[in-house]
């Protein structure tokens, strides 16, 4: 298949695209936030912690908008700027962290669809009893089939659940309002001794807010399938600002009605109970019923954004040419079974494991700062020289954000993660091999190295107990 055959035919418009980037940051990230951001830190420290983030990722955002107007003819920026930034094993690191992150995030939205299932129906549990996985691995096949039906459909539909999905969240915000108190607010404003100080508190938001916030380059992964390149930027900071201002919002109202100590103790998703506290029973369940629409939704926005990272690639020779195979309505079946397949696997695995939610997520998120500070390197290399200043500061700021992620992340994640980045190798050298080309070259070897020392020490750790989920 030549590079020109393997573009996708299916085009999508500025508001598929950023119903695209909406629904997939807007999953089960949101509901659960009030008591995610309270459980280790104040009403002050979560505040600067929305300030640096919502900086940050408005940095990322511009600079993914940049990306797109001045590299069009580059598909999947995700993977495509990285493999500018430092070649064929870069680029491939990029999509292979970016793929691992979104089917994991899948596993941790199947995860909170069943939790918040058993609020009607208790044998589901934390979502991670026999019967949950059981439901979700139906729920699992059936996304599967139909977005093998075409993607556009699929996006389409995806569309029309975002829409579904924005209502709770909205009515949420207004009646909360409504019922928000400032002496609530203030009280206990920098945390108790317990929170720590305010940079620990602060440090403590940042893998809630990166979680939240990711799908904000799904416009940028689908550019390939967009019916003009520059909906793609516009699409990107559309959907972040409107997510932004849900987010905040939701965050912090929640404190102007429970203390701190109040939202740490609530169970998730804590929207249910906040809201209960404000209107009566019935606000619990309008909130678990939007979590499952919004959780669908979400677990749809990223299997189309996990197949597509590694499709890409696939076509590009980084990937095993298998991985780049299409079938008759133009959907990367082969990409997609392999996804579906680890998301299936991942969920037994939490059935034996009982790992959390919240352990999910926060492996998922640590996968992703990789991908995204290979894009913000390659924005400010590409921009070095540009005639316009605010374009250097965007990205330097955005390299900057990219870098603290990665300090806030904690050793733990940054371990975790690398043993999942080390087994992509075989992977890469299986598509070079394809090819004829030598595997890894000098520079690349030494980043292999690093990452298979960084997987044995994070092997030992957790065979000796010394590091887990």
């Not at 999910?360 to 390197?377: C, H």
Request: hydrophobic share 55%; aromatic share 10%.
């Amino acid at each position: 298949m030549s590079p020109l055959d393997a573009r996708p035919s299916a085009k999508l418009g500025l508001r598929l695209l950023t119903a695209l980037v909406i629904g997939s940051m807007l999953g089960s990230g949101i509901f659960g936030l009030p008591q995610n951001m309270a459980g280790g830190a104040g009403a002050g420290a979560i505040l600067i912690g929305w300030t640096i983030s919502g900086l940050g990722m408005l940095m990322l955002a511009l600079c993914y908008q940049m990306l797109a107007m001045r590299k069009p003819e580059l598909d999947n920026g995700v993977y495509a700027y990285a493999r500018e930034l430092g070649g064929d094993y870069v680029g491939f690191n990029a999509a292979w962290g970016y793929w691992v992150s979104a089917w994991i995030g899948n596993v941790g939205y199947l995860v909170a669809a069943f939790g918040a299932l058993s609020y009607f129906y208790p044998l589901f549990g934390e979502g991670n009893t026999p019967a949950a996985i059981l439901g979700a691995s139906g729920l699992l096949w059936l996304v599967h089939a139909m977005v093998l039906r075409g993607i556009k459909g699929a996006a389409m539909l995806n569309g029309v659940v975002t829409l579904a999905k924005l209502l709770p969240l909205l009515l949420f915000i207004v009646l909360v309002a409504l019922s928000f108190q400032l002496k609530v607010f203030e009280l206990d404003f920098w945390g108790g001794p317990e929170l720590g100080s305010v940079l620990a508190q602060v440090k403590s938001t940042m893998l809630v807010t990166v979680w939240v916030f990711i799908g904000i380059e799904g416009a940028s992964v689908y550019s390939a399938r967009a019916a003009r390149r520059v909906d793609v930027g516009r699409a990107t900071v559309i959907g972040f600002l409107v997510t932004l201002a849900l987010l905040m919002a939701v965050s912090l109202l929640s404190l102007g009605l429970l203390t701190q100590a109040e939202l740490a103790g609530l169970k998730n998703p804590s929207m249910a109970g906040v809201l209960e506290r404000a209107v009566g029973s019935w606000g619990a369940v309008l909130i678990y019923l939007g979590l499952i629409v919004s959780v669908g939704g979400g677990f749809l926005a990223w299997t189309l954004l996990a197949a597509e990272s590694l499709f890409t690639p696939a076509n590009a020779g980084v990937m095993p040419a298998w991985l780049g195979r299409q079938n008759s309505a133009g959907v990367p079946a082969n990409a997609l079974w392999l996804s579906s397949a680890m998301v299936q696997a991942f969920l037994l695995l939490t059935l034996f494991s009982k790992a959390s939610y919240l352990a999910l997520i926060s492996l998922s998120t640590a996968m992703i700062l990789l991908p995204y500070l290979f894009s913000a390197f390659y924005g400010a290399l590409l921009v070095r020289r540009d005639a316009k200043p605010a374009l250097r500061i965007v990205t330097a700021l955005a390299v900057a954000y990219c870098l603290w992620l990665l300090y806030a992340a904690g050793l733990k994640y940054l371990l975790l993660s690398a043993l999942l980045y080390a087994p992509g190798a075989a992977l890469y050298f299986w598509a070079k091999r394809e090819r004829g080309e030598p595997a890894f070259k000098r520079h690349e070897g030494l980043l292999l190295a690093g990452l298979l020392g960084l997987a044995l020490l994070a092997a030992w750790m957790l065979s000796s107990g010394r590091l887990g989920l």
